[in-house]
């Protein structure tokens, strides 16, 4: 009885050994199984990471080069709006100039209407002098034509000479007042003008006198009194070509003059 229990204790001890080493062997199964599987996902999750690293890396770049974009963008639209700004300076200054230059042509349009009637007027007022002349009665249309259009060649001659007594007594301010006013009663009265470039001369301003005595030459060409004055001041500016064609046009307009026969022969005593 004792050793069929004793056999039966070994044959229950070898049962049990073996079941223990059967399950060892399966936890090593067990746990290599897990292993693997924790290797695996540790793989995977290494990868998905260095993934995520290169996506992530990737984005960033995106993302300067998004910011690179965007300033790009930015200073675009800024240059854009500078130029906007520049265009609309532009359009209104063009504006500006377009409406100025409808106003010039509108002055210039009324302008030549008014010159084509002054026009008119002259070649009317020129066929009444030369009837005037061809009827012996020029002077009497000329003094007409004068009132008519707002001369009075009559005062002027009168204060011009009122001036030149007032200049023969040295009262200079008193003549340059009436020369003015011979000027004022009519403007195309060549002998104030020259005048006035004498009293211009008496204060040393030559650049003053030629400008008074090209005024009267304008309004009267052939008035030799002027002729001779410019020669004068061509003369003493030691322009002695220059003063020879003043004399000789103020003997052409006047070949008696005897101002400008004196100093034509003094020209001429000089080699000029």
Known sequence: MSNRAAESDSELDLLLAQGEARSQRRTIVVMLVYLGMAFAVLYVTAMLVAKARQD?????????EAQKLLLLAEARRSAVNDNLEIAD??????????????DETETLEKRKSELKNEVTELKRDRARLLNGIADGRAE?????????????????????????????????????????????????????????????????DAKEA?????????????????LYNMALLRQDAKKWDEAREWVDQALAAKPGYKPARKLDQKLKAEGY
């Open 56 to 64: 992530l890396e990737e984005a960033q770049q995106d993302l300067e």
């Open 89 to 102: 300076a532009e359009v209104i200054r063009l504006k500006s100039a377009h409406k100025k230059v409808l």
């Open 140 to 204: 009497e249309i000329a003094d007409r034509i004068n009132r008519e259009t707002g001369s009075d060649r009559q005062t002027a001659k009168r204060l011009w000479n009122e001036g030149y007594e007032a200049f023969n007594q040295k009262h200079f301010p008193k003549a340059e007042a009436l020369y003015k006013q011979s000027i004022a009663a009519d403007e195309t009265y060549a002998p104030p003008y020259n005048s006035l470039g004498r009293l211009a001369v008496e204060s040393d």
């Open 210 to 226: 030629e400008r008074y005595y090209l005024l009267a030459i304008h309004h009267r060409d052939y008035y030799a009194p002027a």
